[in-house]
């Protein structure tokens, strides 16, 4: 992306060939890993109710 000032107009150019970007590996594993401690904490929390919710 190009920003360019002429006679107080701003002109914005986009370069047509975007290329996709990927994710980084670390953000992956970081996204990855906080889906899985996500999942683990709320099947720990309805095991522990039902657990109580039982005696």
Do not use: C, R, Y
Request: proline letters at 2%; aromatic letters at 8%.
């Amino acid at each position: 992306m190009e920003t360019n000032k002429s006679h107080n107009q701003i002109i914005i150019t986009m370069s047509s060939d975007v290329k996709k970007q990927k994710l980084p590996l670390n953000l992956l594993i970081s996204l990855i890993a906080g889906a899985i401690a996500g999942m683990v904490i709320i099947f720990g929390l309805f095991w522990g109710a039902e657990v109580l919710f039982n005696i």
